[in-house]
């Protein structure tokens, strides 16, 4: 499954990729470009301070893009699924709940075991909103590289699938005492 990420007010039907002129006036935005500025423009939590997911979702769902497309998923077979700002808001939600229901704050990583679909974006932005950290493992890893990966990250939650965690996981647990 791919899953492509949509930007507030375009279409996610189709991807364009469309080659930027050489002449682009990268020079002037470099001489006049603020990082001060930058961040001033960005959309800050309701009780102040700055977060990601808050940016990439609530921010567009506060703005009126709740009912846009932000993430379409094409799966091998060929089946496409659309999810929405607010649909990923929600799910985000409830993933940050969920983290600190299980007594993660700042600071506390979760990582993933999945490939490209909509449970790495949302477990992804959901651990930002919970003020986490994440990290991403690739599936192809085998046991050992995973291994190392969750003990050298102090992860103390891992994110997979039923049958990746059988195959590279499950054989781990016992060297994995944070998780």
Not at 17 to 44: C, G
Not at 126 to 134: A, H, P
């Amino acid at each position: 499954e791919v899953c492509l990420l949509a930007g507030a007010g375009w279409e996610a039907e189709s991807v364009v990729i469309a080659m930027v002129p050489e002449q682009f006036a990268y020079d002037r935005i470099r001489e006049t470009f603020s990082w001060e500025q930058a961040q001033a423009q960005l959309p800050r939590l309701p009780r102040g301070g700055l977060n990601i997911a808050h940016v990439a979702l609530d921010a567009q769902v506060l703005a009126g893009h709740g009912d846009e497309v932000a993430l379409v998923c094409v799966a091998e077979n060929g089946d496409v699924t659309r999810h929405t700002y607010a649909d990923l808001s929600r799910a985000t939600a409830r993933f940050a709940h969920l983290l600190a229901e299980l007594g993660l704050g700042p600071g506390d990583r979760v990582m993933t075991l999945l490939g490209r679909q909509v449970e790495q974006y949302v477990a992804a932005l959901g651990t930002l909103k919970n003020r986490s950290v994440f990290s991403p493992l690739f599936s192809s890893f085998g046991p050992e590289p995973i291994r190392q990966r969750l003990l050298l990250g102090e992860a103390k939650v891992l994110v997979t699938t039923p049958s990746l965690y059988r195959r590279k996981v499950a054989a781990l647990r016992p060297d994995l005492p944070a998780l």
